[in-house]
Nanobody, 118 residues
């Protein structure tokens, strides 16, 4: 059974930091590009950042410089370090695993709420 379990969300003041984690089980982690997406109320889900098997990263323009994605292939974990948080970063953050090559196979976590407010 495939599971992606996110943690690390919460309430933080503007300018603060949070670190999200996503632990994967039931997949060959090194076969998957891992990503973080977010969905704010009334908006579509959008890509925040992703990281390939080889460690190449990609970020949404709105989070470049402020957010850093990383992965630990031994622990089957992907992290999202979020600094200088803004109220507009408020959303549910989801972890996604997308198989690289072969039939399109993707899995999603259940999401973790991030709220940036004073």
């Amino acid at each position: 059974q495939v599971q992606l379990v996110e943690s690390g969300g919460g309430l933080v003041q503007p300018g603060g930091s949070l670190r999200l984690s996503c632990v994967a089980s039931g997949i060959l982690f090194t076969y998957y590009t891992m990503g973080w997406y977010r969905q704010a109320p009334g908006k579509q889900r959008e890509l925040v950042a992703n990281i390939t098997i080889g460690g190449r990263t990609n970020y949404a323009d709105s989070v470049k410089v402020r957010f850093t994605i990383s992965r630990d292939n031994v622990k089957k974990t992907v992290h999202l370090q979020m600094n200088s948080l803004k109220p507009e970063d408020t959303a549910v953050y989801y972890c996604k695993a997308l198989r690289a090559g072969g039939p399109r196979t993707e899995y999603w976590g259940q999401g973790t709420q991030v709220t940036v407010s004073s």
